[in-house]
């Protein structure tokens, strides 16, 4: 079974400039979330779905990111535009609400450098 | 708001030692707590998921404790290895399915 997808893997951008990443969670997982990761850090939601619902986009930069999950399996998480303090890497995650665990499973990340 | 911490934020060990790392976390009531590995570039690696009626789990080398009460959870690792060298970071999750992050522990297992 294949796990979560990301992609892409890496992306160098100029500040001002857009950029989207992608994810396919665990087939069946409806519970997606995107978590940031700081250098040094662990990771911080920025936003997690319920199938196609936004249940927790309260740490969101509405401003300048956005997040959508049109049919409820794969997701895209924009900024635009990005800023310098935008370089981190962008995980996805997926699990399965309907079992009693609700483990966490992760993709490989996307690393931002906004230059 | 839940708050969790990692102690130590680094640890090196000679190979074959055995080790603790530590996690603490502020509010107990929780749904569960999951270990997780991290290598320089990659995303986080499931290691260990304990439930709050749970005590602790166990998985080859590895070992997890939860005290709710007293808002903690360790990872034991016996005999460690050099690929054992990673970050290890704690999740505390809520019944709303919210999750908070730890910083991590970076261990290096010198050979």
């Known amino acids: 079974e294949a796990g979560v997808v990301q992609s892409p893997r890496y992306k160098i951008i100029e500040k001002k400039q857009p950029v989207a990443f992608w994810c396919n969670p665990i087939s069946g997982h409806n519970t997606l979330y995107w978590y940031r990761q700081n250098l040094g850090q662990g990771p911080e939601l920025l936003i997690r779905y319920e199938n196609e619902e936004a249940v927790d986009d309260s740490q969101l930069p509405k401003d300048r990111f956005s997040a959508e999950r049109l049919k409820g399996v794969d997701s895209t998480l924009k900024i635009q535009p990005a800023e310098l303090g935008d370089s981190a890497v962008y995980l996805c995650a997926s699990s399965l609400l309907a079992t009693n665990t609700g483990e966490l499973f992760f993709g490989e990340g996307s690393r931002l450098t906004v230059l | 708001k839940q708050e969790v911490t990692q102690i130590p934020a680094a640890l090196s060990v000679p190979e074959g030692e055995n080790l603790v790392l530590n996690c603490s976390f502020t509010d107990s009531a929780i749904y569960n707590l999951q270990w997780f590995r991290q290598d320089p570039g990659k995303g986080l690696t499931s290691l260990l998921l304990?439930?709050?009626?749970?005590r602790e789990q166990t998985s080859g080398r590895l070992n997890a404790s939860l005290d709710k009460s007293s808002g903690r959870s360790t990872l034991y690792i016996a005999a460690s290895q050099p690929g054992d060298s990673a970050t290890y970071l704690c999740a505390v999750g809520d019944y709303g399915q919210n999750f908070v992050f730890g910083p991590g522990t970076r261990l290096s297992v010198l050979p």
């Open positions: 304990i439930q709050s009626s749970q």
